[in-house]
Each structure stands twice: as structure tokens, then as C-alpha cells.
């Protein structure tokens, strides 16, 4: 008789699909990411404080970066008085790190905006590496000066370190002569002084304020502001071009020396009949200075 006919025997069930893994835990939060920080802070560097009612300078973010350049000189300069008190957290600004300015090698981390403190005249370094994020300017501007005007800040005047391209010099008496010209806004301190030497201070044209603070941006903004809170504002602007903007920060830093009537030296102190003269200083460049115009370390025989 024929074979029975052949039955395939069942498959075996399929073993269930394996479960999906579990999803990655989410990263820790960006110290500077926007959805992170949603306003501005100040960051107290620990152990450090400082007196209210001080006198803030700020630089612009302008041509060839004197402002900084500035800033950064004058502190390193005057280092044995003028100490990091803290660092300012905006998520209106791009956020960087770097290595220190001022140590070298120590390692200490430089940030996008950080603040100095001179306890001898009483004054406040604000110092900005990083530009404001592109359509923030009134955010960045109105945050900044909340911040300012409160404790433990609570600003009694304001200094403005600013700089315009020399091609927009449009008079004749700006084509020669002192470069620097001077914009002083609100009865204070600063100002009564800086109009006692006003031969030696060029005021800043009426043709030129439309270029010196352009509408919409943070100059223009932030001078506006503070005018309209009655705050002093001395703005110290220097006409020049991009390049090696060494000399030009370092007259700014003179300028800044003598508007704010500085003690040369933490030992002594400048009185109001005793000008002092920046001459008196040894401008002292900061170690990262060194590495901004270093010969290139790719061999020049390469291109010939």
C-alpha cells in the first residue's frame, strides 16, 4: 500500500520580539543653553565681593575690539587691586570658553562675559568676549541693565569704551589731530570733571552720533536706556581700523585712566586737585597677548 501522505509538523512559535532598550538618559543641561537659563544671572565668584554703587565700564563690540583690548590691559596692569568678582550668564549671548587671559597657564577658565573689580577707585570691569546673539539686542540690553541697576550692583555711573572705521569720519577737523572724542550724557562725577578739561576733550560731532550709535544696536540701546534712567554715561569713542589694534587699546586704556581719575597704584590715591597722569603707569599686556600675532606655524616654503 502507498506511504501515508507526509504532514509537516508545526513550526515552533516564534520567540517574542525582544523588548526595545531603554532610552538613553537625557544629557545634563547646558550651563549656557537658552532652555536652561532663561534669564540673565550674575555668578558670584565665591569668596570675593564688592562695594555698591560703583562705576561700571563696559566696551563695545566695535572696531578692532580696543574696548576689550582696553579692559583686559588695564586689568592686567593693575592686577594687584583689580580681582575677578564674578561672571555674567546670558542666554542672549553666544557662549565660549577659553583660557585664561591673565595666568597663562594656570588654567582658569575665561567666559563669555565676566566681571572685575578695582577696590581701590571703586569701579567695575565688565568685560565681554562673545557677541549678542543675532536679534537679541533689546533683550540682551533691557536684562543687562535690570542687572546693573539693582543690588548688589546698583550702578552710579557708566563708562562706554567705543570705537568707529576712521572712513566714516566726515568733518575736517576729525581727518587730523586727536582721534578720541567724548559723549557725555547726565550730570555725575565723571562728567562734571571730564567738562572742566574740555579743550583736551573732543565732543563727539552731532553728524557722527548716527554712525557712533547706530539704531537697534547694543550702543545705541544700551546709551538710551541708561540716559532715560538719569544714570551718567561717558562715552569715550576712538576712531580707527582693523589691524593690530595694540596701540589704539592702549590709548583707550590711558583715556580710561585718566576719566576715571585713577590711583596709579593700590598704595596710593588720586585726589580731586591732584590729576593723575597716565604717564605715572607701566602698561603691563596681558600673557594672551602673546599669542595674537604669532608667526604662523605652517612652513611658509610650502606656498613657494
Given at each position: 500500500?502507498?506511504?501515508?501522505?507526509?504532514?509537516?509538523?508545526?513550526?515552533?512559535?516564534?520567540?517574542?520580539?525582544?523588548?526595545?532598550?531603554?532610552?538613553?538618559?537625557?544629557?545634563?543641561?547646558?550651563?549656557?543653553?537658552?532652555?536652561?537659563?532663561?534669564?540673565?544671572?550674575?555668578?558670584?565668584?565665591?569668596?570675593?565681593?564688592?562695594?555698591?554703587?560703583?562705576?561700571?565700564?563696559?566696551?563695545?563690540?566695535?572696531?578692532?575690539?580696543?574696548?576689550?583690548?582696553?579692559?583686559?590691559?588695564?586689568?592686567?596692569?593693575?592686577?594687584?587691586?583689580?580681582?575677578?568678582?564674578?561672571?555674567?550668564?546670558?542666554?542672549?549671548?553666544?557662549?565660549?570658553?577659553?583660557?585664561d587671559?591673565?595666568?597663562?597657564?594656570?588654567?582658569?577658565?575665561?567666559?563669555?562675559?565676566?566681571?572685575?573689580?578695582d577696590?581701590?577707585?571703586?569701579v567695575?570691569?565688565?568685560?565681554?568676549?562673545?557677541?549678542?546673539?543675532?536679534?537679541?539686542?533689546?533683550s540682551?540690553?533691557?536684562?543687562?541693565?535690570?542687572?546693573?541697576?539693582?543690588?548688589?550692583?546698583?550702578?552710579?555711573?557708566?563708562?562706554?569704551?567705543?570705537?568707529?572705521?576712521?572712513?566714516?569720519?566726515t568733518?575736517?577737523?576729525?581727518?587730523?589731530?586727536?582721534?578720541?572724542?567724548?559723549?557725555?550724557?547726565?550730570?555725575?562725577?565723571?562728567?562734571?570733571?571730564?567738562?572742566?578739561?574740555?579743550?583736551?576733550?573732543?565732543?563727539?560731532?552731532?553728524?557722527?552720533?548716527?554712525?557712533?550709535?547706530?539704531?537697534?544696536?547694543?550702543?545705541?540701546?544700551?546709551?538710551?536706556?541708561?540716559?532715560?534712567?538719569?544714570?551718567?554715561?561717558?562715552?569715550?569713542?576712538?576712531?580707527?581700523?582693523?589691524?593690530n589694534?595694540?596701540?589704539?587699546?592702549?590709548?583707550?586704556?590711558?583715556?580710561?585712566?585718566?576719566?576715571?581719575?585713577?590711583?596709579?597704584?593700590?598704595?596710593?590715591?588720586?585726589?580731586?586737585?591732584?590729576?593723575p597722569?597716565?604717564?605715572?603707569?607701566?602698561?603691563?599686556?596681558p600673557?594672551?597677548?602673546?599669542?595674537?600675532?604669532?608667526?604662523?606655524?605652517?612652513?611658509?616654503?610650502?606656498?613657494?
Amino acid at each position: 500500500p502507498p506511504p501515508p501522505p507526509c504532514t509537516p509538523s508545526p513550526l515552533p512559535p516564534s520567540p517574542p520580539p525582544p523588548p526595545p532598550p531603554p532610552p538613553p538618559p537625557p544629557p545634563p543641561p547646558f550651563l549656557f543653553s537658552s532652555s536652561f537659563l532663561s534669564r540673565m544671572e550674575f555668578v558670584p565668584t565665591k569668596g570675593t565681593s564688592f562695594k555698591e554703587h560703583s562705576t561700571v565700564v563696559y566696551p563695545s563690540l566695535s572696531v578692532g575690539n580696543v574696548g576689550q583690548l582696553a579692559i583686559d590691559l588695564y586689568i592686567n596692569t593693575f592686577s594687584d587691586r583689580i580681582k575677578k568678582v564674578g561672571s555674567i550668564i546670558s542666554p542672549d549671548v553666544v557662549p565660549i570658553v577659553g583660557n585664561d587671559v591673565f595666568q597663562g597657564t594656570k588654567g582658569v577658565m575665561a567666559l563669555s562675559i565676566e566681571v572685575f573689580y578695582d577696590e581701590v577707585d571703586n569701579v567695575l570691569f565688565v568685560q565681554q568676549r562673545a557677541p549678542v546673539v543675532e536679534g537679541r539686542n533689546n533683550s540682551f540690553v533691557s536684562q543687562f541693565i535690570s542687572l546693573i541697576s539693582t543690588a548688589p550692583f546698583n550702578v552710579s555711573q557708566f563708562i562706554l569704551l567705543n570705537s568707529l572705521t576712521s572712513v566714516l569720519r566726515t568733518e575736517e577737523n576729525q581727518l587730523t589731530g586727536d582721534q578720541f572724542r567724548f559723549l557725555m550724557l547726565n550730570n555725575g562725577p565723571i562728567n562734571d570733571r571730564l567738562a572742566h578739561t574740555a579743550p583736551l576733550r573732543i565732543p563727539l560731532e552731532p553728524s557722527t552720533v548716527p554712525e557712533a550709535l547706530k539704531r537697534g544696536t547694543v550702543s545705541q540701546i544700551l546709551v538710551q536706556s541708561l540716559k532715560e534712567k538719569s544714570t551718567p554715561v561717558t562715552m569715550i569713542l576712538l576712531f580707527c581700523d582693523e589691524g593690530n589694534n595694540i596701540p589704539e587699546g592702549t590709548k583707550m586704556a590711558h583715556q580710561l585712566f585718566l576719566a576715571l581719575n585713577a590711583s596709579p597704584s593700590s598704595h596710593s590715591s588720586a585726589s580731586a586737585s591732584a590729576s593723575p597722569s597716565p604717564d605715572l603707569v607701566q602698561w603691563r599686556a596681558p600673557p594672551s597677548w602673546s599669542t595674537l600675532f604669532e608667526p604662523s606655524p605652517v612652513n611658509q616654503m610650502l606656498f613657494m
